[in-house]
């Protein structure tokens, strides 16, 4: 699975827009992105993931870049709750079980 | 509603006294997961079952076992517990979806040896 890079750690206001980015500049055709994010001391959430067209759900977007090696998750209004490590992780389809997690990029939501 | 469930919630283990971490699901998800976390680490897959076929990752020591009685159930086991073994454990489920495996966690065991 292609590697991932995050930055280690953004600020973001409360009610404000908070846009992760990722980079991913080896994935390959049959590799998806996801996004998973874990608050303190708890499990990882499953939160987006897309192939090629930019995603949509109830806690996220995913907008990934028309040659894929890049994307961002973006959090339409940030609340203190979303305060956590956020792993960006590239993942080829069916078959491939193992999630490699990365470092992440810790995100801060400030009142 | 359903979910990933693990019992109990924080651990103590003497070292070297074998210790059985739980995991529950009532998801149906077909594929189980365990994932070692260390503080301030990322998550480290172990194993995972899908169905009743066992998968052992490369570089997980055999100081680790795992059993799956059946869909619901699965179980870590940590036969001979040292102090590095002094981490978070993480239970996973997963089902494919339209393109791909999403893995639900349950909230994790954690694991403190004396």
């Known amino acids: 699975d292609a590697k991932t890079t995050q930055p280690p750690s953004m600020d973001c206001a409360e009610g404000r827009a908070a846009n992760l980015p990722c980079n991913h500049s080896t994935i390959s055709g049959n590799e998806y992105v996801y996004w998973y994010r874990q608050i303190h001391s708890q499990g990882p959430q499953y939160i987006i993931h897309g192939l090629k067209n930019n995603e949509t759900n109830e806690m996220a977007s995913l907008i990934i870049t028309e040659d894929r090696k890049s994307s961002t998750l973006i959090l339409p209004h940030a609340t203190l709750r979303d305060t956590a490590v956020y792993y960006c992780?590239?993942?080829?389809?069916?078959?491939?079980?193992?999630?490699?997690f990365g470092k992440g990029t810790k995100l801060s939501v400030i009142p | 509603d359903a979910m990933v469930i693990q019992n109990p919630r924080y651990q103590v283990t003497q070292f070297g006294k074998p210790v059985t971490l739980s995991c529950s699901q009532t998801?149906?998800?077909?594929?189980m997961y365990w994932y070692q976390q260390k503080s301030s680490q990322a998550p480290k897959l172990l194993f995972h079952y899908y169905d009743k076929d066992f998968n052992n990752e490369a570089d997980t020591p055999d100081n680790f076992q795992s059993r799956r009685p059946n869909t619901s159930f699965c179980f870590l086991d940590i036969r001979s517990p040292g102090l590095g073994d002094a981490a978070m454990y993480l239970c996973a489920t997963s089902v494919r979806t339209s393109g791909g495996e999403t893995q639900y966690f349950g909230p994790g065991t954690r694991l403190l040896v004396l």
């Open positions: 998801l149906n998800h077909n594929v």
């Open positions: 992780i590239v993942k080829s389809g069916a078959g491939s079980y193992q999630l490699t």
